[in-house]
Structure formats: structure tokens, C-alpha cells
């Protein structure tokens, strides 16, 4: 079989792969593309084959799959950078096909999620993208904003996330930025943060009326805007939200952190019997999750609903996976909580101890509101 034969098989896999939704899937055939470029030792059919296996990983709830390709495709562009484009844009033609200036976005998004990646190596691959968009002459948009991203995760002080929040909006927009829909989409999880209620509406208004959208958005900005529904008494819009959000994301395993938005919603809104079915349905996307955010951000919402299930006196059970590891009675739901608890706190030290702080504990005790980036 000829190189040109194989890396016609590769690109059949990897068109076959687009067509499907994302998930495992989606995946394997990726997987498999890698494989046949790796058997036949076709290192430019698996730099693209890697490519298309850290999309499908990334939207499709296995992002540490593409953690491994991404770190070979890095490798590969330096040790040979004629051989292997970093970057696919031609100046006056936009951007043809995903290349690896684009997947970097990816991984600087992921990156904070995981406690095991040191804050410094965090560090390093920002300055790494940004370096490399440099190099191209490329707008610095897209760093500014995953620099925004990582210190709202790591930074308890405010100011830190406003200075690159702040460049994130002065840089002109490329081709390699953001879509518009996911960008006002973090805007408004940024000013949510910021407890700027009133104007993470007015920002997130072309989200909400359907002139701006995308894959995942609206779907994530529904759940952000969920706690300033409640702090502004607009409960009449919490409910169109909660129901208009839950509508997107249901029954998704890359929406799990936003569907622990809707639970504790649901929660806080005492409409308890909802919220535990909500979150019992998608208690298996979380047990075992490969991203230790999500984990968290999902057990502190179960053990919020079984303590207001305890407080509550209500009589019910917990149905959950056995990988959840919990023995005890089913029905004490006082126990239940404790359980879940207990695996948070865990996962909320590790945070601490790579950020030099205790903002991931401190937001855990005070509830699960963090949004779901």
C-alpha cells in the first residue's frame, strides 16, 4: 500500500468520524486512523489522524485521550516544521481545517480542570501559545481569554482575572478567535463571577433570543445565568431558563457540570424529588469522569440535595452506580451526603495545593455554583 493509500484511508476514517455525533464512537474511529498511520509508519497521515482524535476527545468527554495527541503533534511540529504545519491559515483565506494553533485554544481551556497539571506547566503551554502566535503574527485574542479562564479557576484575587480579561477585549479579532456565541457566553460567566448580575443579562441578551449560537451555547449560559435569576428575584426566569437549558444538555455526558447547575437550582429552589431523579439520570457521567473539575462540581451538588432531602424529611433512596463506591443504606440520606462529601473534599484540596490557595475549598463549602467551563 502506497503513502498516497494510506493517507487516503486516514482522511476516510477522519470523514467518517465528522459525520458521527460526539462520543466514544466518534473516538474509536479517530483511534482507528491512528492506528493504520502508525502501523504503516505515516507520520504526516497520523499528525492529521491525532488532530481530528483530540477534537473528538475534547467535545466528546475523554479529553485526557487528547492530552497524548496533542503532546505528539507538538513534538512532531518542532522536531520538523516544514513537514509539519503548525498553522493552515493563508493570509486573505481564513482558516482551512483544524490545524494545531486552533487545538491549542483546546487545551489551554482544559488545562485548569486537572490538579494533577502544575500551575507552572499551565504557565508554560499559555506562553507556549502565545509564543507561537507571535511567530504567525496572530491576534493574542485567544490567549487573553484562556489567561481569563485560568486565573478565574487559580486566582482568588479579582484583579488578576481582570487584567487579562481586559486585554482579551482590547485584541482585535482573527481568524483564530472564538466564535462570537462562545465568546459572549464566557463574558457572561466571567461577570457572573464577578457578581455583575444585571449586566451579565444585557451581554448574554443575543445569546437568549437566538441570534447568536453554537454548539454549546446557549446550552452553558443557560446555567450561568441561573443563580443571578434567583439574586435579582427574577424566579418566573429561572424557571424558562432551567427548563429552556435542561431542553439542550440532558442526557449529554460533556454537559454533566452544567447539569449539576440545574440540580442545584432545583435545589435551592426546594423542588427536591426534580432535582434528585436530575441528578441520580446523570449520576453515571460524573462516576468516573476523567475530569476531576467535573467530579467535584458534581458531588458537591449531590451532597447539597441529600443534606435538603435529610433537613426535608422526605423519605427516599439513592440509585447510583456501585463504581460510586458508596455502601452504606441507601436511604440515609444524611450518609449519602457524608459520602459525597467526603469524595469532594478530596478533589477540592488538590485544586488548593496546586493554586497556592484555598479558593476551590471555599467555594465548595459555600455551594456548588461554580459554572461549568
Same mark, same amino acid.
Given at each position: ?21 460526539? /462520543? ?11 492506528? !493504520?498511520?502508525?502501523? &504503516? ?12 482524535? #483530540? ?18 503533534? =507538538? ?13 493552515? %491559515?493563508?493570509? /486573505?483565506? /481564513? ?12 487545551? $489551554? ?8 497539571? &502544575? ?7 499559555? @506562553? @507556549? ?11 493574542? *485574542? ?5 489567561? $481569563? ?10 484583579? %488578576?482575572?481582570?487584567? +487579562?480579561? @481586559? ?16 465568546? #459572549? ?13 444585571? *449586566? ?16 454549546? =451555547? ?12 434567583? &439574586? ?6 429561572? =424557571? ?30 426546594? @423542588?427536591?424529588?426534580?432535582?434528585? #431523579? ?12 476523567? #475530569? ?8 458537591? =451538588? ?16 439513592? +440509585? ?12 440515609? !440520606? ?7 462529601? %467526603? ?20 467555594? $465548595? ?9
Amino acid at each position: 500500500m502506497t503513502t498516497d493509500d494510506i493517507q487516503e484511508r486516514v482522511n476516510a476514517l477522519l470523514e467518517d468520524a465528522e459525520e458521527l455525533d460526539y /462520543g466514544a464512537e466518534r473516538i474509536a474511529k479517530c483511534e482507528e486512523a491512528v492506528r !493504520l498511520a502508525d502501523e &504503516a509508519k505515516h507520520d504526516v497521515a497520523g499528525y492529521d489522524a491525532r488532530l481530528g482524535l #483530540i477534537q473528538a476527545a475534547v467535545f466528546g468527554g475523554w479529553p485526557e485521550k487528547g492530552f497524548v495527541a496533542f503532546g505528539w503533534c =507538538v513534538a512532531k511540529v518542532d522536531a520538523e516544521p516544514e513537514r509539519f504545519r503548525e498553522s493552515r %491559515a493563508l493570509k /486573505g483565506f /481564513g482558516l482551512l481545517g483544524t490545524d494545531l494553533l486552533w487545538v491549542y485554544k483546546w487545551m $489551554t481551556l482544559q488545562v485548569p480542570w486537572y490538579p494533577q497539571l &502544575a500551575r507552572e506547566q499551565i504557565d508554560r503551554t499559555l @506562553d @507556549d501559545m502565545e509564543r507561537r502566535y507571535r511567530k504567525h503574527g496572530l491576534s493574542l *485574542r485567544p490567549v487573553h481569554m484562556n489567561r $481569563t479562564r485560568v486565573a478565574l479557576e487559580c486566582d482568588p484575587d479579582p484583579a %488578576a482575572a481582570k487584567a +487579562h480579561y @481586559d486585554k482579551w477585549q482590547w485584541s482585535p479579532r482573527d481568524h483564530y478567535a472564538d466564535c462570537e456565541a462562545c465568546e #459572549i457566553s464566557f463574558r457572561v460567566d466571567y461577570l457572573v463571577e464577578r457578581g455583575e448580575h444585571e *449586566r451579565a443579562f444585557e451581554v448574554a441578551a443575543p445569546l437568549l433570543d437566538g441570534r447568536k449560537k453554537c454548539a454549546e =451555547v446557549p446550552h452553558v449560559t443557560y446555567g450561568y445565568l441561573l443563580e443571578p435569576a434567583r &439574586a435579582l428575584g427574577r424566579d418566573e426566569l429561572a =424557571v424558562t431558563l432551567s427548563e429552556k437549558g435542561l431542553a439542550l444538555v440532558e442526557g449529554q455526558r460533556d454537559f454533566v457540570a452544567t447539569v449539576a447547575q440545574h440540580v442545584a437550582h432545583l435545589v435551592k429552589r426546594g @423542588d427536591l424529588e426534580r432535582a434528585r #431523579i436530575l441528578f441520580e439520570r446523570h449520576l453515571p457521567f460524573a462516576v468516573g469522569n476523567r #475530569i476531576p473539575k467535573r467530579v467535584l462540581d458534581y458531588y458537591v =451538588v449531590g451532597r447539597d440535595l441529600f443534606d435538603a432531602l435529610a433537613d426535608a424529611g422526605t423519605t427516599a433512596s439513592l +440509585h447510583a452506580p456501585k463504581e460510586l463506591g458508596y455502601r452504606g443504606d441507601p436511604s440515609d !440520606l444524611r450518609a449519602v451526603a457524608a459520602h459525597f462529601a %467526603a469524595e469532594a473534599d478530596p478533589i477540592a484540596r488538590r485544586f488548593d495545593a496546586r493554586n497556592g490557595n484555598d479558593l476551590v475549598s471555599r467555594r $465548595t463549602r459555600t455551594g456548588a455554583h461554580a459554572p461549568a467551563r
